[in-house]
């Protein structure tokens, strides 16, 4: 009886400890006074936190995800609410094809779309880089914005529209007077996840760098190959709680997690 | 349910061309790559000559070997969280489970990055090893199979378990005392009760995990540097390296292959269980 | 526009895709009329209604309402309400919002809007609700507030999906004096769809009994209770013995079989339970079944023209399972059948 009961917390601690132990030292060490990664870490300051401001690359590549977080995510939804609408709503011919095309992207492994885009969109193109990682990073949030605003269409009830309808409104106007409102949530939380998936997205990214324009991620990979100072530590332990910080926001305000 | 096809075409169609010529139509004419001849015409030869190097061989087999292993060993794992964490009273459930979702949020690179500050020559573990005097010098763990073993089942596991939980909150409350006041022990409980009924979640979990290990770039290109390879970094290399894209594209294809068997494998399997529960 | 057709469906065929729901339909309603479309599900009676409302393209026939062609008009343009079976009312806004919709879209503001909603919600008697949000009230409720938003529009013709099949018994009775009363206060034009014969029989003027697309008999609730004239609709409304006529003989699984008394000519005659003669007549049959029922007492008898089933009054000595009775199909009592299917 004693072995079962001590089963449970020591599984809980060995397994959370292996999942959360790492990125608690990566936070511990980017608080070290010392010249290199090490931990325990030697000393305290805060140095390598404020060296990350001062570095000019990751401040472009912070800059460039950034928009490509906010910006592919905002046109993966531009094209995603119309589409999960026409599924969910519509008697669409070839629905499943439609389905299986804006979802592929999800997939493929990244590293092969982002080659794919430099081998025969870039090159043969003359599409700037920014442009292309602005369309690689759209089409790999788009499958996560139709399942995810596809579901909560399938959880409203469609006879609203209807009813929006017979009282005066046009088919567009029920649309945004009694369909957008009720998916906000749903459209919210796609976003968040979109944001979140493509700041943090690397294999997509990797070929699709040029002089000054990177993604931050892949940034920190080729930082943390040349140099070997806390300061890659520092910037994932602001990234990390920055991004736990706006799920936990989403989570208390949305209920994020019954959309995704 | 709206009948009006233009409109529907007229909703749907951007966002699947968009796809389709952003993503699915370069995918495709790269994929074909490895397929084309230098003089025309079609041929496997790129497949064989791929195959006939002692070198990609290695980093094949390494590929399926270190997925599958990440796979068995999330699973037996994540069994035995999954549990601890269904016996849970519920608040303390919503909390562990959120702490197990955690660092799904985190930059796989900063997860990854931490791994270097562990298990690198001046690292913890090689501190503790010495102190305790069970090796003199640090021991070589960092670019190694084992440290993409340890990388790739931290970054996954989460899956196996959030799978593993939901699968066994689904399973029937009585299952379980059902089977022991039949006079099954454990080990009989979980082999013939617990695992036939959560099969399904056990599925999704493994596809997740098996799937996100193959294909995983940021793992082995940190944890296994330039010289242990796997199939993401040896395409990314003869890309980068050596402007080798027929072989690119031969990776790309095996990858791909690879993953989607595991994904109509799953749905296979989440298909079978469903035609079951309909005929009940 | 005469006054008998304020509302009237030409040769209306209605179909999804390829497969035909309602085929050839010819219908008149009156002006502020309470009519039921009266069917099985898949009868075609929602569709009917919905192609009055304007959801449904119209295949091929005519709409006409208020001397209009509205069969191409767009739903919202139409003056017509609807209120659904699960009352679609809209989650996001509050019942005040609700009933405002679609009076804002007509463009009407300030003092107006507000004592025209104000008004509505004490119709219904809802005053006090006006800033809930709809998952805050009961089911009845969430009627009441989908049916002051119809009525606040001021319809031609208000349209009812099923609009008591959501509620409980009591509730049932109070939905359907309201939906009386506010008829007869506003003298709106009200088209019900049900399933439900008592509810049609309860609340109609005149009511519609569809079958397969098509209008199997058209009456008063009266005529359609007692004087059905298709051996469908006498089964819908409980005639529950049923039986063809050949040459004023009626057919049975025993052969031709002749009736006490005269027999009108007919394609079939119907018996409800309670117009079955137990105890004397000149057909035997043996007590299968019997279940008590408060005030009457039905039993189900093996007979060799079939199964008959008869009611009694519960004062009457019962009679056992397995005995022998005699009994009787009186010609007399029986509703004459133009049609039998």
């Not at chain 1, 046009?170 to 009694?178: I, M, P, Q, Y």
């Not at chain 3, 192609?51 to 005519?62: E, N, T």
């Not at chain 3, 009352?87 to 007509?106: D, I, W």
């Amino acid at each position: 009886m004693t072995a079962r009961s001590l089963f449970i917390p020591i599984t809980l601690l060995l397994v959370i400890a292996f999942l959360i132990g790492p990125f608690l030292i990566i936070v511990a060490a980017s608080f070290s006074a010392g010249e290199t990664l090490a931990f325990p870490p030697q000393g305290f300051s805060l140095r390598w936190i404020a060296k990350v401001f001062t570095v000019e690359s990751f401040r472009a590549s912070f800059g460039m995800s950034l928009f490509l977080a906010i910006g592919g995510t905002a046109a993966a939804l531009v094209l995603g609410i119309p589409a999960s609408y026409a599924l969910s709503r519509y008697k669409l011919p070839g629905a499943e094809i439609v389905r299986t095309i804006v979802s592929a992207p999800i997939i493929v492994p990244g590293i092969i779309v982002g080659l794919a885009l430099l081998r025969y969109i870039v090159v043969p193109f003359q599409v700037g880089i920014t442009l292309a990682l602005f369309l690689a990073h759209t089409a790999l949030v788009l499958p996560y914005a139709v399942r995810v605003v596809s579901a909560s269409l399938d959880n409203l009830r469609s006879d609203i529209e209807e009813a929006a309808v017979l009282l005066g409104s046009s088919r567009l106007g029920a649309f945004f007077r009694v369909v957008m409102p009720n998916i906000r949530g749903g459209i919210m939380s796609a976003f968040i996840l979109g944001f979140v998936t493509s700041f943090n997205q690397v294999p997509v990214s990797l070929f699709l760098s040029g002089p000054g324009v990177r993604t931050l991620p892949v940034d920190m990979i080729a930082y943390m190959e040349i140099v070997f100072d806390p300061s890659v530590a520092a910037l994932s332990s602001l990234l990390a709680f920055l991004s736990i910080g706006i799920v936990f926001i989403a989570e208390r305000f949305l209920g994020f997690s019954r959309y995704v | 349910m709206f009948q009006n096809r233009a409109e529907a075409l007229a909703l749907a169609l951007p966002a699947a061309i968009f796809a389709a010529a952003v993503f699915l139509v370069p995918v495709v004419i790269l994929l074909s790559d490895g397929f084309r001849a230098p003089t025309g015409g079609w041929t496997i030869s790129a497949y064989t000559d791929f195959f006939s190097n002692s070198l990609n061989q290695t980093v094949f087999l390494r590929t399926l070997r270190l997925s599958a292993l990440v796979t068995v060993a999330s699973a037996v794992i994540g069994y035995a969280a999954a549990f601890a964490i269904v016996s849970l009273e519920p608040g303390a459930k919503g909390k562990v489970t959120g702490l197990v979702v955690l660092p799904l949020m985190i930059s796989p690179v900063a997860r990854t990055y931490a791994w270097i500050v562990i298990l690198g020559r001046t690292g913890i573990v090689n501190q503790a090893f010495q102190a305790l005097g069970i090796t003199e010098a640090p021991l070589r763990i960092l670019f190694s199979e084992t440290a993409i073993f340890i990388g790739l089942l931290q970054l996954f596991l989460p899956l196996m378990i959030i799978s593993l939980i939901s699968a066994l909150e689904n399973m029937p409350k009585d299952a379980i005392p059902a089977a022991r006041v039949l006079g099954a022990n454990w080990f009989q409980v979980f082999w013939k009760v617990v695992l036939p009924l959560t099969k399904e979640g056990l599925v999704i979990g493994g596809t997740l995990v098996f799937t996100g290990s193959l294909t995983a770039y940021i793992t082995p290109a940190i944890l296994g540097g330039s010289k242990v390879l796997m199939l993401e970094t040896l395409l990314y290399q003869q890309v980068a390296v050596s402007n080798n894209f027929v072989a690119a594209s031969v990776i790309a294809f095996i990858l791909i292959v690879m993953s989607f068997a595991a994904n109509i494998l799953l749905k296979r399997v989440a298909t079978a269980r469903n035609k079951q529960r309909s005929q009940a | 526009m005469s006054d008998a057709s304020y509302l009237s469906l030409e040769k209306l065929t209605l179909a999804y895709g390829d497969s035909v729901a309602v085929a050839n339909l010819d219908l008149d309603i009156r002006k502020g009329e309470l009519i039921a479309l009266l069917g099985p599900s898949g009868c075609g009676k929602t569709t009917t209604m919905r192609a009055i409302a304007g959801l449904l393209a119209v295949k091929s026939g005519h709409v006409r309402l208020d001397g209009a062609d509205i069969t191409r008009m767009p739903a919202n343009k139409r003056a017509v309400g609807l209120m659904f079976q699960s009352y679609a009312l809209f989650p996001h806004l509050s019942v005040y919002e609700n009933v405002a919709f679609g009076l804002k879209l007509k463009g009407m503001r300030g003092t107006e809007l507000e004592t025209k909603v104000q008004s509505g919600l004490k119709s219904v008697g809802l005053s006090t609700f006006a800033n809930r949000k709809p998952a805050e009230l009961s089911g009845g409720q969430q009627q009441r507030v989908a049916l002051a938003r119809s009525m606040v529009m001021e319809p031609k013709v208000l349209l009812l999906d099923e609009p008591l099949s959501n509620l409980d018994a009591r509730l049932r009775l109070e939905m359907r004096t309201e939906l009386q009363r506010v008829q007869k206060e506003t003298g709106v034009t009200m088209i019900f769809v049900t399933h439900d014969q008592a509810e049609a029989l309860a609340l109609a003027d005149r009511i519609v009994v569809m079958k397969s697309g098509k209008i199997e008999q058209i009456g008063s609730p009266e005529d359609i209770y007692n004087r059905p004239t298709s051996s469908f609709v006498a089964d819908f409304v409980g005639f529950e013995n049923i039986f063809p006529l050949e040459n004023g003989k009626m057919k049975t699984s025993a052969g031709l079989i002749d009736l006490s008394g005269k027999a009108p000519s007919a394609a079939g005659l119907a018996w409800r339970p309670r117009m079955v003669t137990l105890g004397t007549g000149p057909f035997q049959g043996t007590v299968r079944g019997t279940s008590f029922a408060g005030d009457a007492r039905e039993y189900l008898l093996d007979t060799a023209l079939g199964p008959i089933k008869a009611e009694v009054e519960a004062s009457q000595p019962p009679h056992a399972l397995g005995a022998g009775l005699t009994f009787d199909l009186p010609a007399e009592k029986a509703a004459p059948l133009s049609r039998f299917v």
